[in-house]
């Protein structure tokens, strides 16, 4: 509890234990009345002096002010009737505050809770130093130092591991509970928690580009992009006060009048204590909190589940997206590929896969580092000179001064090269040196584990539209596309072509439905930022990608995309839920205050009780796990 909050449970104490005494005590009544009085400022003092801070700025319709002129308008009434019953006017702002003060710590405990959840930000990283180990401050680790990660610490940065093998538990970036094995020359993110072996790591980023730090930022933004619903509400707040304020000004004045024309007695207090109840009653509070509370807990639950929103107006389109359209290597396919062939080469095989993977020692794109990796030696860089990737073709440059370029037959188009064309099913990289052509290499490419049910979630889901682009072969992309149950593909597609495909797509959609593009960020950053929804694979994929997308899938598992898309559906739908619950028992309570037929005290239990539940019921948007 904050010490404001506390402060505010004091006064509270305090108020209903003065209300319990002015009650049992027989008072004089001059005694009794000074008694509410006090009472009166002790709760609600500060309720006062907002209101008036309002009128002074000229911006006086808000719950505050409703709040004083109820009240106060209450203790008026009772002055001018002689009751002496001040119960009433203190009452309703003992238990307005009452609810605020709940709504405040409810609201502070969730927000703790996720941001809790989301606990993943190292406070230091383990240098080792003459033997002994020293804490330093992880945001001074430069880049290819060596930190020592213990069982039972944060990984801090992102890298290498050189040395020891451990389990991680990676379920606060990715909300899988399984550990993961890690040994040496594994890659290792930030923000893991190192279970059981002590674990060396050559660090390959800065902490302020370590994972930790990007998601960090990511949430931390989240909430200063409003959703449509969100904006509606204050567009709704800001109408919809005045109008209370003038119907209830009328609601004081015009019944009367027209009692007295028609020749009847006007009962000025009895409209006027209408018209203050129809003020209580018309507190938007619940609204106001409730709907970004939801929001915020439906971004924290799913960040747990390792899908990072970032902002709830990403969260609404998501819960409308009805087409899909996928990149394919990298997001469908592991973008892991391994050499299947080498052909129709004057050159030795190993000569041939050296000079590729020279040429293409620059490049991110998975398939140079799949060539890398098939070389299996250490590349001098001093060897290659002039590169130059084209985007959705290949490279070329200069290998020991001779030009050398790898790609598809695009490429070889451009460079007007006679290429061979390939039987067997894979992607092809011809390779061609001194202007004529070398040869070729097939290489293949692993399916990820569970596309298949990742699609088939997403058909489930409501999903109608699913399609695959890819700048690879026909042959490899329909392939592909039958095995994992796409029906629509596109092949051979450069990266601008995928975009014209986005919009053309966009262009087919009717209405309100969304289209959301996954992709890894790899020549494909222009098409996630020009879908309805881009969603970027974050473990593989590049900054680009985290930066251009409006979700990052955290350990790049496809089914996270269907998940996603229940856990915003049921978030919008409890935002739906408590705008339509609020405004009906708001509305069902000043017509009945209106008539006459709920006084204040229903009233002000009326909105406490709704702000109670609305608030509960966004804290529900949290639960995300089992969706
Ligand atoms: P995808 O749409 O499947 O993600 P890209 O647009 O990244 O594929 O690449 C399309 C094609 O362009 C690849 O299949 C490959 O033939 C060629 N290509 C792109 N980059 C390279 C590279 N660095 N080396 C060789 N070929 C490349
Ligand atoms: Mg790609």
Same mark, same amino acid.
């Given at each position: ?40 400022? *002790? ?75 989301? +606990? ?15 804490? *330093? ?34 379920? /606060? ?16 993110? &930030? ?116 899908? !990072?929103? $970032? ?10 997206? $009805?087409?899909?359209?996928? +990149? ?7 973008? *892991? ?32 580092? &799949? ?61 061609? *040196? ?23 979630? !997403? ?56 289209? /959301? ?26 900054? %680009? ?51 006459? =037929? %709920?006084?204040?005290?229903?009233? =002000? ?10 608030? !509960? ?11």
């Amino acid at each position: 509890m904050s010490k404001k909050q506390k402060k505010m449970l004091i006064r509270i104490i305090i108020a209903s234990l003065l209300m319990i005494l002015l009650n049992v005590l027989k008072l004089p009544k001059a005694v009794s009345a000074a008694g509410y009085l006090v009472t009166y400022l *002790v709760i609600g003092w500060d309720i006062l002096r907002k209101a008036w801070k309002g009128v002074l700025n000229r911006r006086p319709f808000d719950e505050c002010f409703l709040m004083a002129v109820a009240t106060l308008g209450a203790i008026g009434l009772a002055v001018y009737e002689r009751s002496g019953d001040y119960n009433e006017a203190v009452a309703v702002m003992l238990f307005y505050q009452i609810g605020e003060f709940f709504q405040s710590y409810a609201v502070g405990r969730s927000r703790r809770n996720i941001t809790e959840l989301m +606990d993943i930000r190292p406070d230091y990283a383990n240098i080792e130093r003459d033997g002994a180990l020293e804490q *330093v401050d992880p945001d001074e680790v430069e880049i290819g130092t060596v930190i020592v990660v213990q069982p039972g610490e944060k990984v801090p940065i992102d890298g290498t591991v050189i040395e020891g093998s451990s389990t991680l538990n990676t379920s /606060a970036l990715t909300g899988e509970s399984v550990p993961r094995e890690c040994r040496a020359g594994d890659e290792i993110i &930030s923000g893991c928690i190192n279970l059981t072996g002590v674990l060396k790591i050559r660090t390959t980023k800065e902490f302020g580009e370590s994972t930790v730090s990007k998601i960090l930022e990511l949430v931390e933004n989240a909430s200063s992009r409003k959703s449509r619903s969100e904006e509606f509400i204050s567009r709704f707040a800001r109408v919809y006060t005045p109008a209370v304020v003038y119907s209830a000004l009328a609601l004081a004045i015009l019944p009367p009048l027209v009692r007295l024309v028609a020749g009847m007695p006007a009962d000025w207090n009895i409209w006027i204590y209408r018209a203050l109840t129809f003020l209580v009653i018309s507190c938007p509070c619940a609204l106001v909190i409730s709907i970004p509370l939801s929001f915020f807990a439906g971004i924290g639950g799913a960040s747990h589940e390792g899908v !990072l929103i $970032k902002g709830s107006n990403y969260l609404e389109t998501l819960s409308q997206v $009805k087409t899909v359209v996928f +990149d394919k290597t990298g997001t469908l396919t592991k973008g *892991v590929f391994e050499v299947s062939g080498v052909h129709h080469s004057p050159l030795e095989d190993a000569e041939l896969l050296e000079l590729a993977a020279l040429v293409e020692c620059a490049s991110s794109h998975p398939i140079s580092r &799949s060539l890398q990796r098939a070389h299996g030696k250490e590349i001098d860089r001093g060897r290659v000179a002039d590169i130059e990737e084209i985007s959705g073709e290949g490279v070329v440059g200069r290998v020991d001064g001779r030009p050398v370029a790898a790609g598809n037959d695009k490429l070889m188009k451009r460079l007007g090269i006679a290429w061979q064309d390939c039987r067997s099913v894979g992607t092809v990289i011809h390779i061609a *040196v001194d202007g004529a052509y070398a040869g070729h290499i097939v290489i293949s490419d692993l399916e990820k584990p569970n596309v298949k049910e990742a699609i088939r979630a !997403l058909r489930d889901a409501g999903i109608r539209r699913i399609i695959m682009l890819t700048g690879d072969a026909e042959k490899v992309a329909s392939h592909v596309a039958a095995d994992l149950g796409i029906d629509e593909y596109h092949a051979q597609l450069l990266p601008g072509d995928k975009v014209d495909l986005v919009e053309r797509f966009l262009a087919e959609q009717s209405g309100r439905e969304k289209l /959301a593009f996954v992709g890894d960020g790899i020549n494909d950053a222009p098409v996630l930022s020009r879908a309805d929804i881009g969603i970027a694979m974050g473990a593989l994929g590049s900054d %680009a990608a985290i930066e251009a997308a409006d979700i990052v899938l955290m350990d790049d598992d496809p089914m996270k995309i269907a998940k996603g898309i229940r856990i915003s559906r049921k978030c919008i739908r409890i935002v739906y839920e408590n705008i339509v619950f609020a405004l009906a028992v708001k509305f069902g309570c000043l017509i009945l205050g209106a008539l006459g =037929i %709920a006084n204040m005290w229903a009233a =002000i239990f009326a909105d406490v009780g709704v702000m109670v539940i609305a608030v !509960l019921n966004a804290i529900r948007a949290l639960r995300v796990k089992n969706l």
